[in-house]
């Protein structure tokens, strides 16, 4: 009896396992596909408060290559690519690229608004109080779309990245041919 007991645990414990692995695959390969469905797209409009009050549509940049970054204040490896994004700013800036931030923590605008300062961001900050986190499919931070000037999403990148890697995606952005 008691052998019996341990052989349908064991048993409970496969399929257990078996199940969760199943989920968790096709849960991954849904997700990667889903990012992989936005490359060649139109980016999804949106308006967005900024941090002077003004409504901010990604289409106002139309006609313009946009690097558009999800972050948040508590997020590391946005605080290294933030600086960076603002240099590149300031150089490609002539050429027509925009930097636009999303902010979709929990922070208060004047915590935000602060910690931009600090890291000495000039370029638009939005506060993401109306979903666009979700309707860009942002699961974890940074995540960085790279917007061509027709509308259409060149690129999107997970996480950190060097900084070449950053500025080979807005060359592509931009219309460049490398």
Known sequence: MRLASIVVLAIAITLSAVLVARFRSSHRASGASASLNF???????????????????????????V?????????????????????LQKQYGPEGLQVVGIAVDDADEEDISKFAK?????????????????????????????????????????????????EGNIKKALGRNQ
């Open 39 to 65: 490359n060649g797209q139109i980016a999804l409009d949106f308006g967005l408060e900024s941090l002077d009050g003004r409504t901010v549509h990604l289409s106002d940049f139309r006609g313009k290559a």
């Open 67 to 87: 690097l558009l970054n999800f972050w948040a204040t508590w997020c590391q490896p946005c605080k290294i690519e933030m600086p960076w994004f603002e240099q």
């Open 118 to 166: 600090t890291l000495g961001v000039d370029y638009p900050i939005l506060l993401d109080k109306e979903g666009v986190r979700e309707a860009y499919r942002v699961q974890f931070l940074p995540v960085t779309f790279y917007v061509g000037r027709d509308g259409r999403v060149v690129d999107k990148v997970f996480g950190l990245k060097g900084r070449d890697e950053i």
